[in-house]
């Protein structure tokens, strides 16, 4: 027994998985299954799961052929956006709040589509004001 009261259990007395444990943390809104418990795992987490695939096919093509595979890997994330928006309960692909998953998921996927229509060589996409950013900033 320690001078604060007892210690706390686990191993060693340094606090276990028991030791401290967490109450009242409720799921983000719309972190509920997709479908019953009875069902498999994949069909419960079939959002998630066509992000994930969608990004590793992406990653996949990058292999061959970086661009198509990292817009691949944009519209995945583009994907969740709308996922995240439209669906009621999307499962794990629910993080934060629905207004701060939509807004990440659509950041990134927008960026990721965007920087990858500007990259070199020969982009397919070419936005004037940034190249006279570049030009300054590099100086």
Do not use: K
């Not at 207004?99 to 020969?122: E, K, W």
Request: aromatic letters at 6%; proline letters at 9%.
């Amino acid at each position: 027994m320690s001078a604060h009261g007892p210690a706390p259990r686990g191993a060693g007395g340094r606090g276990g998985p028991d030791a401290y444990p967490t109450r009242g943390t409720a799921r983000p809104e719309g972190g509920e299954r997709t479908a019953g418990g009875a069902a498999p795992a994949p069909i419960r987490q079939w959002p998630l799961l066509v992000v994930l695939g969608g990004a590793v096919a992406g990653l996949l093509v990058c292999l061959a052929d970086f661009r198509p595979g990292l817009l691949t890997v944009g519209c995945a994330l583009l994907t969740g956006a709308v996922l995240r928006w439209l669906l009621p309960a999307v499962g794990m692909l629910a993080v934060r709040s629905r207004f701060t998953d939509v807004l990440t998921y659509a950041v990134l996927g927008g960026a990721t589509v965007l920087l990858t229509l500007m990259a070199q060589p020969d982009p397919w996409l070419e936005v004037p004001f940034l190249n006279d950013l570049l030009r300054f900033s590099a100086g």
